[in-house]
């Protein structure tokens, strides 16, 4: 079976520093991996995925995201964090299907 | 290219009544998803559809939500009768996957519900 497990519900940063969101998976095969942004009243947005090419992906708006096969992560990070950043962001889990299995989520919070 | 639609984006109705939600997905896209999400969760996949067939509906409670995609193009999610814990945001989503291949998945707003 498969899954995804955000290690932080939620996560605070100031502006301008960097930021880690942290994702294990568990799957039986290789997966595919996704991590997604949910701004308030928005919908759900893609900002990187891995299928199983470079195990470093880099996402829109400056987020990238690395493979670790002998870890099962898949962490989120970005250099320097932005006010526009604050959002929901979930990893998500796929073994090559239509089905997403998304974790709980981690808010990120950014002060000024 | 416009996104995924839904309608209404707010919904409060009491227990035991009925409800609808709908979705039209980005056009050309063959393979439509609802979700569920309840708040502090992740979505939850409740129902696929490639065109206007049901590909996965193995998490969608039968004995109250149905869904359905008469022309493969827009859908309606329902539920009759809404108990407490449907409370959520439902989501649409829509692909452009006709072969095996994974596709990137567009979400809609999504509609909140309010069972009171």
């Known amino acids: 079976a498969q899954s995804v497990t955000q290690l932080d519900s939620h996560v605070s940063v100031s502006e301008g520093t960097p930021v880690l969101l942290r994702c294990n998976y568990s799957s039986s095969y290789s997966p595919s991996l996704f991590w997604y942004v949910q701004h308030p009243n928005k919908g759900l947005q893609l900002l990187l995925k891995y299928t199983s090419a470079a195990t470093l992906v880099k996402g829109i708006n400056g987020f990238e995201a690395e493979f670790k096969k002998s870890e099962t992560s898949f962490h989120l990070t970005k250099p320097s964090a932005h006010m526009s950043d604050a959002a929901e962001y979930f990893c998500?889990?796929?073994?090559?299907?239509?089905?997403?299995?998304f974790g709980t989520g981690t808010r990120l919070q950014v002060f000024p | 290219e416009a996104g995924v639609a839904q309608s209404p984006r707010y919904k409060i109705i009491e227990k035991r009544q009925s409800v609808a939600f709908w979705c039209n997905p980005i056009?050309?896209?063959?393979?439509l998803y609802w979700y569920q999400q309840i708040l502090g969760q992740g979505p939850k996949l409740l129902i696929q559809f490639q065109n206007n067939g049901v590909v996965d509906d193995s998490q969608l409670p039968k004995d109250r939500f149905s869904a359905e995609r008469l022309k493969g193009v827009d859908s309606t999610l329902k539920i009759q009768p809404a108990k407490l814990e449907d409370s959520a945001v439902y989501l649409c989503a829509s692909s452009s996957r006709t072969s095996g291949r994974l596709e990137t998945q567009y979400f809609g707003p999504g509609t909140r519900l309010l069972v009171l």
């Open positions: 056009s050309g896209h063959a393979t």
């Open positions: 998500v889990v796929s073994h090559n299907t239509d089905k997403l299995i």
